[in-house]
């Protein structure tokens, strides 16, 4: 757990080899919890104890783990730190107090007539969105129901009274014929399912729709008329052929920030009063699965967190970004394919380590205007340009090491000849390489040496093959490969 201003490293444990499948923080940074793959529970530390806090349930048994499906913390700070569970079966939520090192339960709501699809915090608020899927059941035979969700209900609750505040119903699926109007789901037409919801704080309370290919606002008030004419009630204001993978909002809603599945731009819609009045493309140097706002800033950070789990932040309030304005249709691919950034130099691979304990960071770039590819050097605290080299062609990758004073560039490229694999080079160093086969669209590693005493190389075939290979370590001597197997979620080490 690491301080976002200064850097510093607060808490930190050793856990099993397992992948982190999700995390979660108290704002005061006090108490944090996490979830590990397979595994159906959460472990809760204490950052001051740096011990796990075990909880009391309503029969004062205590208990070390949280076996709950949703956990998430009271963004309001405190005296008590504040955090709610969702059970497996979706029907209610809890209400948990941290005191001293122990986890009292506080209260539960009513029993949920329909499945919890969401629930969670509203930004500074002790107050809960919960969206259900309200079902439906068609008799079909004596036998048989059909059972099917045609809208969901949104609402938002005092988590001390479980009073209702506002709730809505929209629609599970809607259809968008040519004239760009939405209807709830019917036979024909483009069908978009709605896939989650966040609030959305303008100049009027507002849930933004996420319907997979299309996002929109509709009004948080305690009406049903959003279903019987969903055209007036939804303001569309992004629409694309590509499902949306990833949206945060900033806590006071002047930014949404996007990323769109298998595309390696994000984009940022700035808000005004509640309405869309400008956007830009930001092209990342990696394909992006993560977007979240730092609590409040305008602080965007954007997470590879599948592949090299790189972490990018970008300052939206500080930037000299070229906004482009919107007219009064929605935002669409045309429009993103046709955005021309004022920046002429573009990034498109990076690498850092600390050498000799000093930061230091390497981009492979690419000039717009005349087709250069500059290597940029940034070192210190500060993480100044300190260099640029004019490279004499393209490369695709680049790393650095923290033992070694030299930035290392990879150019890719593919043969169907084995025989290629064998070289001439006299020099001693080590190769990787990754072939694809043809008949399986399966990858496989192969790991060459060569030496001044000749040549050897080793095909690894692994009969899973690997959606991707990453370097872990190298010397004079010894490799290793970090890698993903292709038909499970396991990571291999060699």
């Known amino acids: 757990v690491t301080n976002y201003s200064t850097s510093e490293v607060i808490f930190q444990i050793n856990i099993p080899e397992k992948e982190v499948i999700a995390a979660r923080i108290s704002p005061d940074g006090r108490i944090f919890a996490f979830q590990l793959q397979l595994e159906w529970h959460w472990s809760v530390y204490s950052a001051d104890t740096k011990e796990m806090v075990n909880f009391t349930n309503p029969n004062n048994d205590e208990m070390s783990v949280f076996e709950y499906e949703v956990l998430e913390f009271c963004p309001v700070i405190a005296d008590d730190i504040i955090f709610l569970t969702m059970p497996w079966n979706r029907n209610s939520i809890i209400i948990w107090k941290v005191k001293d090192s122990t986890v009292e339960q506080v209260s539960q709501s009513p029993v949920f007539e329909d499945e919890i699809l969401d629930c969670k915090f509203l930004p500074n608020s002790s107050n809960i969105l919960v969206r259900c899927k309200k079902s439906q059941v068609t008799r079909l035979s004596a036998s048989v129901n059909q059972i099917f969700s045609d809208e969901c209900q949104i609402q938002v609750w005092d988590s001390t009274s479980w009073n209702t505040l506002q709730s809505i119903q929209i629609p599970f699926q809607i259809n968008v014929p040519s004239d760009h109007k939405f209807f709830p789901n019917s036979d024909n037409n483009i069908i978009y399912s709605l896939q989650n919801v966040k609030y959305f704080r303008g100049r009027r309370k507002a849930i933004l729709a996420n319907y997979g290919n299309l996002l929109g606002l509709v009004p948080l008030k305690n009406d049903k008329a959003s279903m019987k004419?969903?055209?007036?009630?939804?303001?569309?204001?992004?629409?694309?052929?590509?499902?949306?993978?990833?949206?945060?909002?900033?806590?006071?809603?002047?930014?949404?920030?996007?990323?769109?599945?298998?595309?390696?731009?994000?984009?940022?819609?700035?808000?005004?009063?509640?309405?869309?009045?400008?956007?830009?493309?930001?092209?990342?140097?990696?394909?992006?699965?993560?977007?979240?706002?730092?609590?409040?800033?305008?602080?965007?950070?954007?997470?590879?967190?599948?592949?090299?789990?790189?972490?990018?932040?970008?300052?939206?309030?500080?930037?000299?970004?070229?906004?482009?304005?919107?007219?009064?249709?929605?935002?669409?691919?045309?429009?993103?394919?046709?955005?021309?950034?004022?920046?002429?130099?573009?990034?498109?691979?990076?690498?850092?380590?600390?050498?000799?304990?000093?930061?230091?960071?390497?981009?492979?770039?690419?000039?717009?205007?005349?087709?250069?590819?500059?290597?940029?050097?940034?070192?210190?605290?500060?993480?100044e340009l300190k260099a640029i080299h004019k490279l004499d062609q393209s490369y695709d990758q680049c790393f650095l090491h923290d033992e070694l004073n030299d930035a290392y560039l990879i150019q890719l490229t593919c043969s169907n000849d084995e025989k290629c694999l064998k070289g001439q080079s006299t020099s001693s160093y080590w190769y990787l390489h990754l072939v694809k086969h043809e008949n399986d669209n399966q990858r496989i590693a192969i790991l060459t040496m060569n030496y001044n005493k000749g040549n050897t190389y080793y095909i690894d075939n692994d009969v899973y093959g690997y959606k991707w290979t990453r370097l872990s370590y190298f010397d004079e001597f010894n490799l290793v490969t970090r890698q993903n197997s292709h038909n499970s979620n396991e990571q291999v080490v060699k």
């Open 229 to 383: 004419n969903f055209t007036d009630t939804l303001s569309c204001f992004f629409r694309s052929n590509k499902s949306v993978e990833s949206i945060a909002i900033s806590d006071d809603c002047q930014f949404v920030a996007l990323c769109l599945d298998g595309d390696r731009s994000i984009i940022i819609i700035k808000f005004s009063s509640g309405d869309p009045n400008g956007y830009i493309v930001m092209h990342p140097a990696e394909n992006m699965e993560y977007l979240i706002f730092i609590p409040g800033t305008n602080h965007l950070f954007s997470y590879n967190r599948y592949q090299t789990q790189h972490l990018y932040r970008y300052d939206l309030q500080n930037l000299d970004l070229n906004w482009e304005p919107v007219n009064d249709t929605p935002i669409c691919d045309n429009q993103l394919q046709g955005y021309k950034d004022n920046n002429s130099c573009s990034i498109y691979y990076s690498a850092s380590a600390f050498i000799c304990n000093m930061p230091v960071v390497i981009q492979l770039t690419k000039m717009i205007d005349d087709c250069t590819y500059p290597l940029k050097v940034y070192q210190g605290e500060n993480l």
